[in-house]
């Protein structure tokens, strides 16, 4: 038995962050965006599904103010963190 499951988070934080490292003037290579969404989402509340339909949903319901404000601050906060030590 396969098991397949997506954290949706993934695909929000990522499409959040795109347009926050274009502000920011931070590095956009590979290894840079990659730290960020690590950062991100190890400390967000992952969201997983197992089917298409439940994906779809997910990231068609209107997301917590409190949680993206949160996403937004995580975001602000490993951009910062990104920019004064890159690892490349």
């Excluded at 068609?60 to 409190?66: E, G």
Aim: proline share 3%; net charge negative; charged share 25%.
């Amino acid at each position: 038995m396969a098991v397949k499951v997506k954290n949706v988070m993934e695909d929000i934080v990522i499409g959040r962050m795109d347009s926050i490292l274009q502000k920011s003037g931070c590095c956009q290579c590979d290894q840079c965006q990659s730290d960020v969404a690590a950062f991100v989402l190890s400390k967000l509340k992952p969201k997983y599904v197992s089917t298409v339909s439940g994906e779809l949903f997910s990231k068609s319901v209107q997301m917590d103010p409190s949680v993206e404000n949160e996403m937004v601050l995580l975001i602000a906060e490993a951009v910062q963190l990104v920019m004064e030590k890159p690892r490349h």
